[in-house]
């Protein structure tokens, strides 16, 4: 019974010797199989899940915000810039000849002040007591030239010039003017002026009082003045001119009327030469090219 015993054992365990060694021989031979994505790529697992955009965007630039545009800056010129180095046709000012140069020392002023006023035509008044000689220049390129055919001579009030000025001296202001509007009393004359027509109701304040002192009034609606030029009173002076732009914040007596007029003797203190000269000037002059007159 005993053997019969282990024989059994003996069998059972060759059989499953047996088992053990066919499952062995069935797992060499099955091909390996391939790794699962979990196992491939763990990390994309350990994100959580979350749903998908209701619509895909349309292209990869509309998936991130885009920074602005900004254009590469210039590099700093190390030249300076071309208008830095001042041409003769450009930055120079005209040069002034001898004769205008010594005029404008008279009123204790050079070229610079032409310069600095803008003045592109100029009438000199060279006074001799009551007499006078009148010129003309124009910057012309480089130069201020004299225009020969508007020499001539004139006259200036019958005391002279003065630096001292008060109404009734008979004298004119000595110094640097602008030119203002012309005047006619008849036909309008041909000029780059602003003009005025003087008629019955043009008057010129003289009377330091009032409010319209060294002014131009058409009519007396508001007369506060005891004194007045009325223009059309002065049939030849007034016939043509213009006016001289002295005195124009009206300083208490220091002068009024001050004109460039039609004369043939000495004034009351305005700038005179005869009609036809008058008639030329006022055809040259205008008003674009800031006109002065130079008194000395």
Known sequence: MKKRSILIIAAIALAVFAAADAVLVILLLMPPSAPSSAQATPAATAAPVTEPPSAAPTSAATQLPT?????????????????AVPTEATDAAPS?????????????????????????????????????????????????????????????????????????????????YPIGDAFYINDKPATGLDTFAVTEDTYWVDDPNSKYYNKRVEGTADMDWSSAEHMIDYTTAYEYGCVIDYNPDAVYNAGSAIFFHVSYSPTAGCVGTDRDMVLRYLAQLQASKNPYILIV
């Not at 001292?164 to 110094?175: C, L, N, R, S, V």
């Open 67 to 83: 920074a602005p545009t900004v254009a590469p800056a210039e590099a700093p010129s190390t030249a300076p810039p071309a208008t």
């Open 96 to 176: 002034v000849p001898d004769e205008l140069t010594e005029l404008l020392a008279r009123d204790g002023k050079t070229a610079e002040a032409l310069r600095q006023s803008g003045c592109e035509q100029l009438i000199t008044v060279d006074a001799s007591g009551s007499s006078a000689q009148i010129n003309f220049y124009t910057p012309d390129g480089s130069r201020w030239t004299k225009d020969d055919n508007l020499s001539c001579v004139g006259y200036v009030g019958a005391n002279g010039i003065t630096e001292d000025m008060h109404e009734g001296g008979y004298a004119t202001p000595k110094g640097l």
